[in-house]
């Protein structure tokens, strides 16, 4: 008798009518949001500070070099000495004051200039003074040689290189980040989905075991039908939690962003200065433009194809694992020494994802990883959207799914002969010995 | 055929421990079978395999006739001595999602609940999640999801523990009741008592292997060594008991009397009869006790289980 749906059903319900999953799951967005907001907003009010920054420049060679900028006013405070300027900057409660010293040439420049404030000074300020001071002396270095001011801003050349495969797909560099953004997204997705509904599925088990009624919904299923019906039901509960996230904080986003006026994506803004002069060098229309080119280009129908096969099969496999650890043992105490085994492949993957993939999606640490089934899912996602062969894919899936079937056999012995062991924490040549039973 | 159940020569090994050793018991229809032993003989891994829980190594488990197959999951009502509910499921929709499980629909799952529900006078309790009823609440629960599907053998592990005096005579007659509309029970406790009250048949395992099986009479008579319990009164109390001292073999008694009699344990040879015994005693002293001693269930377990 088929029963699997029966139980998919109550899974399903006990864990979405659970009171802590309904308030994590309207919560969680609501918390996100506005933490993210609170970020947003304190660091949007240290960039709006004004700062005014005073310069007592000896040498006459930078002193007017620097712009008023909206934020930041300059004033110049040439003709006073060290002492009176410092003590002037203190009165007036300046930002700081920039001293480029006496110098015997040019050369000698850098090493007397000093920047003196109250407290240390942020470091985009720093840098941004120092790009300055910099580009001035370098002009100035080339006039001594005879260049002029305007065969340096002839010599000024912007190169972006077009990229095209032999295949005549044309890409750009935004092209590499836009398929990092979706493979990271894509495997981190699955990583967390693992371990969050991993050990929900593990927790529901041990819930099973410690309430004594295993035996009685024994009598009546088979175990690997409770197990698959107990990972199903939590899976789907896990996916409706995942689409609440996702609608209720996008709708969240966008009010807040509306009603309080702060942006949030400028939430790492330290640099804010330099990235907007880099941003206006290259030009917002044109990376807007190669932003929507180079998602156009992604191998969109192979991306959501496989990214539903590797992610179902990656999740399965991970929580048929969980399920056997729920099944093991008596109280959640006594899990750790069978996680580690379970999160070391897992954030291995993670790892190689990040640093390998980025570094070279096609390298043979990635292509192996992307095989091996306990890391494939999440390394494989991360690769995909740089194009990988079909039959690499398919090799690997065909993998995976044979380890899945391995891993829910296994899975389904441990957790037959788990569930009505009470009273001891067993080891691991036990459970090798439940295998046999 | 008149067993429901037939285990034939059923072994079971976890590892290198034997937990049953070509065990074969019958339980004939209609009869409430009581499988007895001490702690780890044996008797829940034979019940698990009946449940097919756990499957046999070697032998095999007949119901009416046919060899067990997943569809006789209908046919068992299983109460298990590890037992338990979802304790933040609510009583209704626990007892439905389990008389699913059996195979009932929806709609006849409401009804027999409904009738159980009012004759246990515990309707008002279908709101209620398990967590906020007593332990006894939760077995009354546990007993009707047990029986709901009306199956033909019910297996009852321990299932009055938890129970007080009231309720467990309330299950009891239950299970009497259930016997009586036809179904065959097995009933497995250390309670001696509801054993010798309930069984007719039992089997007795100990170390894995069965030791002792059949009707509970059967096996009473089998057991019983001719001793008769007598009390009796007389003015010369030492001439007496030294007459019958020489004829036959006599132990002290211990029961309960209004006079302070010559209490005593006589046993008899194989072959004599309690007549002789007893015109012998009348014609010494005044008989106000007589009385053949029955082995209780409690002894014959005592006694099977040392001798083993």
């Given amino acids: ?437 | 055929m008149n067993d429901l159940l037939v285990a034939n020569s059923v072994s079971k090994s976890f590892g290198n421990f034997k937990a049953l050793n070509q065990v074969s018991i019958a339980v004939p229809k209609g009869s409430i079978f009581g499988l007895l032993g001490p702690n780890g003989a044996g008797k829940t891994t034979l019940i698990r395999i009946i449940n097919q829980i756990t499957m046999p190594d070697e032998g095999a488990v007949l119901l009416d006739g046919q060899s067990l197959k997943p569809m006789h999951i209908r046919d068992i009502g299983y109460l298990p001595e590890e037992r338990g509910l979802y304790k933040s499921m609510k009583v209704g929709e626990q007892c439905l999602y389990l008389a699913q499980l059996k195979g009932l629909t929806k709609t006849e799952a409401k009804e027999r609940l409904k009738y159980w529900f009012d004759k246990l006078e515990i309707g008002d309790w279908w709101n209620k999640k398990i967590q906020e009823l007593s332990k006894g609440q939760a077995q009354k629960i546990q007993f009707i999801v047990t029986v709901l599907h009306r199956p033909k053998l019910l297996i009852f592990d321990e299932p009055f523990s938890g129970f007080d005096p009231i309720n467990a005579n309330l299950i009891k007659d239950e299970i009497l009741q259930l016997r009586d509309e036809g179904a065959t029970v097995i009933f497995s406790t250390h309670r001696m008592e509801s054993v010798e009250e309930l069984c007719d048949h039992i089997a007795l395992i100990h170390k894995s292997n069965k030791v002792l099986d059949g009707k509970l009479n059967d096996i009473k008579r089998q057991f019983k060594s001719n001793t008769f319990e007598v009390g009796l009164e007389s003015f010369n109390r030492e001439k007496v008991f030294a007459e019958i001292q020489d004829k036959f073999e006599v132990l002290p008694a211990t029961f309960k009397n209004l006079n302070d009699d010559i209490k005593l344990n006589i046993k008899l040879g194989e072959q004599a009869s309690p007549n002789d015994l007893l015109s012998f005693l009348t014609l010494k002293a005044e008989v106000h006790h007589f009385v053949e001693v029955i082995p209780s269930a409690s002894d014959i377990f005592i006694q099977t289980v040392k001798n083993n």
């Fill in chain 1, 1 to 437: 008798m088929n029963h699997l749906p029966l139980i998919i059903k109550r899974e399903y319900f006990t864990k979405v009518k659970n009171k802590s999953f309904i308030v994590m799951t309207f919560l969680s967005p609501l918390i996100m949001i506005a933490l993210i907001a609170v970020v947003a907003y304190l660091s949007q009010l240290n960039n709006d500070k004004e700062r005014t920054i005073s310069i007592l420049d000896e040498t006459g060679y930078v002193k007017d070099v620097f712009q008023n900028t909206e934020f930041t006013t300059y004033t110049n405070l040439t003709g006073l000495s060290l002492e009176d300027a410092i003590a002037l900057v203190k009165e007036k409660e300046d930002y700081g004051l920039l001293y480029v010293g006496k110098a015997k040439s040019l050369d000698d420049v850098s090493g007397h200039v000093k920047f003196y404030s109250e407290d240390s000074p942020s470091i985009s300020v720093i840098s941004s003074l120092e790009q300055q001071i910099e580009k001035r002396l370098k002009e100035r270095k080339l006039e001594l040689d005879g260049v002029t001011l305007a065969q340096i801003e002839a010599s000024q050349t912007n190169i972006e290189i077009a990229q095209e495969s032999f295949e005549g797909e044309k890409s750009s560099k935004i092209d590499n980040v836009v398929k990092l953004a979706f493979g990271g997204a894509a495997g981190y997705l699955l990583f967390m989905f693992i371990i969050i509904y991993g050990n929900m599925i593990m927790r529901s088990v041990i819930e099973e075991k410690t309430s004594r009624i295993i035996e009685v919904i024994i009598s009546s299923v088979k175990p690997i039908q409770l197990m698959m019906g107990k990972i199903i039901g939590t899976s789907l509960a896990g996916v409706t939690q995942f689409v609440i996230w996702v609608i209720l904080g996008g709708v969240l986003m966008i009010i807040v962003s509306t009603i309080f006026g702060i942006d949030l994506t400028q939430v790492q803004s330290p640099q804010q200065e330099m990235m907007n002069q880099a941003m206006q060098a290259d030009g917002a229309q044109v990376m807007a433009e190669n932003l929507i080119v180079a998602i156009g280009n992604l191998p969109m129908t192979n991306l959501i194809i496989a990214f539903l096969f590797f992610f179902i099969g990656g999740y399965l496999l991970y929580s048929s694992l969980y399920a056997a650890i729920g099944a093991a043992v008596d109280n959640e105490t006594d899990t750790q020494q069978f996680m580690l085994p379970i999160l070391m492949p897992l954030i291995l993957a993670v790892y190689v994802g990040v640093f390998t993939v980025i570094e070279d999606p096609h390298g043979t640490v990635s292509t192996v990883f992307s095989f091996i089934p306990l890391t494939s899912p999440v390394v494989m996602l991360m690769r995909i959207p740089f194009g990988v062969p079909l039959w690499q894919q398919g090799l690997s899936l065909l993998l995976l799914i044979g380890t899945f079937i391995f891993a829910v056999w296994f899975a389904a012995k441990i957790y037959r002969v788990g569930i009505l062991m009470y009273g001891k924490k067993p080891t691991y040549k036990e459970l090798f010995k439940w295998l046999k039973y």
